[in-house]
């Protein structure tokens, strides 16, 4: 296993689990035995690791490695279940809730699908992948070929392409994933892999990145940025952790009047989700009698190339960058002004390279200095925020559409939540999965979110 890999396995605590989560749910309820063939020839057969299980390394051997796994069983992943009364959004949250604050098992493979009935006339499915595995680009790219683009009856599975830049706009090729992540697992877990490119995409060539900081040249405000600053102040949001998660999602909120309002006032899709994020933070805090100047968020930044072929040991190549949020402003223009100076700021700096490297040196850590430094990355930030464009035309899985898609990063050390906003078919929906002890009511955090977005949609652009 390599050493990032091996970070990302080490890092798993009862409070937080290195595993990613996705969930998509449909209208009709598909034909779960075509569901699990698709499973089986796409997803198990090609690549190893989803039929190997990890052994943690003993003299002579230095670290963990893989080790197919001599009972393995797809039935032992692949799990029916009916959704508890009465079937409705609420119920498809708990589920996903206490289905995410279940260890994975690790005799087997690192990985569970759930293949969930009755969820209104239709069903879902609820993915978990652990993070040692691979990255979110890799785990989508992977995904992708679980969907096809035709209906049933004319199955043709989405062609694992290059995806281009779209500076203002959600879609492309690799963005038709369906199920569990895109950078969510680059988050860690991503993945969720970069958050919307519009705003976070550093560079055309990751690979070139990637050759800058294997030749170790030091970019050294990245660098102290990534390790010297601040820690994020303990509030309602950020504090002693239990086991149990709460999640919550939004309804879909029109993608066009985003890009529409967007355009308008110079800001791109990322800007006005991220500053809504901030305005709900505010929002929750203010109630509660808090008041701070800033926030921080992590985010997943790719540094896989999206038409480097996929290795099939996947494996985690990503870094994360931290993006300042201006809590303690007061207007929701200056808000939204400094959103998008720090996103541009961001599009400049090589502090995801940075942190890569970073990560890298803590697989190589003994296990006792790795959790102190993870301590020290996850001090820094309270929330962990995956943006992702997905297509913009329906998919299919297993001839049924999907009616829409979420996918959680995990969060690592004492963060407390994971935000996944993702954008499907000309809807955006924002995610929410927290800590539920320290967050009781997800629900609250994620209405706040809606109201911050709708208050933004109807911004004035600046003459």
Not at 119 to 127: E, L, Q, T
Not at 251 to 275: F, Q, R, S, Y
Request: aromatic share 6%; proline share 7%.
């Amino acid at each position: 296993m390599s050493h990032t890999d091996a970070a990302w396995l080490h890092m798993d605590q009862p409070t937080n689990l290195m595993v990613i989560t996705g969930v998509n749910w449909f209208e009709e309820t598909p034909d779960w035995d075509r569901f699990r063939e698709l499973v089986r020839e796409r997803f198990v057969e090609p690549y190893p690791r989803f039929r190997q299980r990890v052994v943690e390394g003993r003299p002579p051997l230095s670290g963990p490695h893989w080790e197919d796994d001599p009972h393995f069983d797809i039935n032992l992943h692949l799990h029916r279940v009916a959704l508890p009364e009465p079937g409705d959004r609420d119920a498809l949250a708990n589920l996903v809730a206490d289905i995410t604050s279940t260890p994975l098992d690790p005799a087997q493979a690192l990985w569970q699908i759930y293949m969930v009935d009755g969820f209104g006339d239709g069903a879902a499915a609820i993915y978990r992948i652990h993070h040692c595995i691979a990255d979110g680009i890799a785990l989508s790219r992977v995904l992708l070929s679980l969907a096809d683009e035709e209906p049933r009856g004319d199955s043709r599975p989405i062609e694992d392409s290059p995806e281009p830049d779209h500076s203002n706009e959600g879609g492309g090729a690799l963005s038709r994933l369906t199920g569990p992540v895109r950078g969510a697992a680059s988050a860690a877990a991503g993945a969720v892999g970069a958050v919307a490119h519009e705003s976070l995409e550093i560079a055309k060539s990751p690979s070139h990145l990637l050759d800058i900081a294997a030749a170790g040249r030091e970019d050294t405000d990245a660098l102290s940025k990534v390790l010297l600053r601040g820690n994020d102040p303990e509030t309602a949001l950020k504090g002693k952790l239990g086991v149990s998660k709460g999640v919550a999602w939004s309804k879909p909120i029109p993608l066009a009047d985003v890009l529409e309002t967007g355009h308008a006032t110079g800001n791109t899709v990322n800007d006005m989700v991220m500053a809504a994020v901030t305005g709900a933070f505010r929002r929750y805090l203010e109630r509660r009698g808090e008041f701070v100047e800033q926030l921080t968020a992590m985010v997943p930044f790719n540094l896989r190339a999206p038409d480097e072929p996929l290795p099939a040991t996947l494996g985690n190549r990503f870094g994360l960058v931290f993006l300042d949020l201006p809590v303690g402003t007061s207007s929701r223009n200056a808000r939204l002004l400094r959103i998008h100076k720090s996103m541009k700021k961001i599009k400049r700096s090589n502090e995801g390279i940075v942190s890569y490297g970073v990560l890298d040196v803590m697989g190589r850590a003994p296990e006792g200095l790795e959790q102190r430094v993870i301590d020290l990355f996850t001090a820094k930030s309270t929330a962990v925020v995956t943006n992702v464009p997905g297509p913009r035309e329906p998919v299919y899985i297993a001839g049924t559409p999907i009616s829409g898609v979420l996918v959680w990063a995990p969060c690592s050390g004492n963060v407390s939540m994971t935000i996944s906003i993702f954008s499907y078919a000309g809807e955006l929906t924002v995610g929410l999965m927290a800590d539920a002890g320290l967050i009781e009511d997800a629900g609250e955090l994620v209405a706040d979110f809606e109201t911050e977005l709708s208050s933004l949609l109807e911004l004035d652009p600046e003459p």
